[in-house]
């Protein structure tokens, strides 16, 4: 009995099988993570997290120079949300959750996360070019708008049932309009507009031989959004 456990095969407990897996939503899981773990820090009395972390037109204005440049807000903006509002943080990630298996199954890790990411920063410059320069957003529904715009260009391709995805984007449409919160509506038609059209690129060039013009595609929309991110660079804030 004791050769044979000794050469028995190592096997992990099913648990850990199931986390590790080549087909979990790694990515999703990781993010949604790192969300509800900077929403605590954000709990904590005297924390400075929301106001490191948010964005606003003036951090991207060089005649503001109490302020100075920080570009980096217009991506971690999208991992904090209003602690005032806290069913905000919960319907994001609910949301994140159901699309982000989906799409990360269907797409891969890294096409997701690039989804995920530029449909984040779409949201910010929308901010940037149709809100006030002095009103800071935070919350991820720039990047979950994307997502769900990426969806909605596959879905109707590949044809399917879109009730739910149709509910859920209301209900974040009409969240963005509550006063008193930090979310803007602006971020929503910006990250929906860019899910979009990363949902068509990834469509139209699903073939293994247009992976090179996938990749392209995806840089040139993300370029895009970095000259537009110059607004305030072009037309000065005065």
Same mark, same amino acid.
């Given at each position: =009995?004791? !050769? ?16 590790? $897996? ?44 109490? &302020?100075?440049? !920080?570009? +980096?807000? =217009? ?21 994140? +959750? ?5 799409? !990360?199954?269907?797409? $891969? ?19 940037? +070019?149709?809100?006030?320069? &002095? =009103?800071?957003?935070? $919350? ?44 803007? +509506? ?11 059209? =990363?949902?068509?690129?990834?469509? !139209? ?19 895009? /959004?970095?000259? /537009? ?10």
């Amino acid at each position: =009995m004791k !050769e044979q456990r000794a050469n028995a095969p190592r096997t992990k407990p099913a648990i850990l099988t199931r986390l590790s $897996g080549r087909g979990q939503p790694v990515v999703t899981y990781s993010i949604i993570g790192v969300t509800f773990f900077v929403f605590i820090l954000q709990l904590i009395p005297g924390s400075n997290v929301t106001a490191a972390l948010q964005f606003a037109g003036i951090y991207m204005s060089p005649q503001l120079d109490q &302020y100075g440049i !920080e570009p +980096w807000r =217009m991506l971690t903006s999208v991992f904090v949300h209003s602690t005032g509002f806290i069913f905000h943080v919960a319907l994001n990630m609910y949301t994140l +959750w159901i699309f982000g298996q989906l799409l !990360e199954g269907l797409l $891969g890790r890294g096409r997701f996360l690039a989804l995920y990411l530029i449909s984040g920063l779409a949201g910010s410059v929308a901010v940037l +070019w149709l809100a006030s320069p &002095y =009103m800071p957003v935070v $919350g991820a529904s720039g990047a979950i708008f994307g997502l769900m715009g990426a969806f909605l260009v596959i879905q109707r391709r590949l044809g399917g049932n879109m009730t739910q995805l149709l509910v859920l984007v209301g209900i974040n449409l009409v969240i963005g309009f509550i006063p008193g919160t930090n979310i803007a +509506w602006q971020a929503h038609v910006g990250g929906l507009v860019a899910g979009a059209v =990363m949902g068509l690129i990834f469509v !139209e060039t699903r073939n293994v031989r247009q992976r090179t013009l996938q990749t392209v595609l995806i840089a040139g929309l993300a370029l895009l /959004l970095v000259i /537009l991110s110059l607004r305030y660079f072009i037309f000065p804030l005065v």
